[in-house]
C-alpha cells in the first residue's frame, strides 16, 4: 500500500510538472500573443496619429495660402480704391479750377423745333465721336455732384469685385 502510495504520489507529481509546463508554455503562449496584439494595436495608433497630424499640416498650409491670397486681394482692393479715389479727387480738382468742363451731347434737331438754341453753341472741335454734334456745358456744381455720384458708384463696383473675389477664393 506504501508502494501505491508512493507510485501515486510520484505520478501526481510528474503530471502536475508536465501540466504546470503546458500551462507555463500556454501563458508565454498567450502573453506573446497579447505582447503582439499591443504592439500591432499601438503601431496602428501611431499610424492614426501620423496620419490626422500630416492631414493637420496639410489644412494648416492651405488655409495659411487662402490667407495670403485673400490678404493680397485686400491689398488690391484698397490700390483700386485708393487709386479711385485719387483719379475722382484729381477730376473735382480740375472741375473746381476750371481746368476741365463737363458737357453733354444736345440734340440739335429739338432745339430747332423748339425754335430756341438756349445759347447753346456748336461744338468747335471735330475730333469727337458725332460730327457736328451740338454741346452744353454743365454748371460747375453739377458737374461736382455729378462726378461724386460717379465716384461712389465706382466705389461700389470695387467692393462689389473684392467681395466676388474673396466668395470664389474662398469657395475653393
Not at 454741346?135 to 466676388?164: F, K, M, S, Y
Amino acid at each position: 500500500m506504501l508502494v501505491c502510495a508512493l507510485g501515486a504520489r510520484a505520478a501526481w507529481v510528474w503530471q502536475a510538472n508536465v501540466y504546470g509546463k503546458q500551462l507555463a508554455e500556454q501563458a508565454d503562449d498567450y502573453g506573446s500573443q497579447l505582447a503582439e496584439k499591443d504592439r500591432l494595436h499601438g503601431r496602428e495608433r501611431e499610424e492614426a496619429a501620423a496620419a490626422a497630424l500630416d492631414q493637420l499640416a496639410e489644412q494648416q498650409n492651405a488655409r495659411r495660402a487662402l490667407e495670403a491670397r485673400l490678404q493680397d486681394q485686400t491689398k488690391t482692393h484698397w490700390k483700386e480704391m485708393n487709386d479711385a479715389q485719387q483719379a475722382q479727387a484729381r477730376l473735382r480738382g480740375r472741375l473746381a479750377t476750371a481746368d476741365l468742363r463737363l458737357s453733354v451731347l444736345v440734340d440739335a434737331g429739338t432745339l430747332a423745333a423748339s425754335g430756341c438754341d438756349g445759347g447753346v453753341r456748336e461744338a468747335t472741335c471735330t475730333a469727337g465721336v458725332v460730327h457736328g454734334a451740338v454741346r452744353a456745358q454743365l454748371d460747375p456744381a453739377h458737374a461736382q455732384r455729378i462726378v461724386a455720384i460717379t465716384n461712389e458708384g465706382d466705389r461700389g463696383l470695387i467692393a462689389l469685385q473684392a467681395c466676388q473675389k474673396y466668395v470664389s477664393e474662398v469657395q475653393k
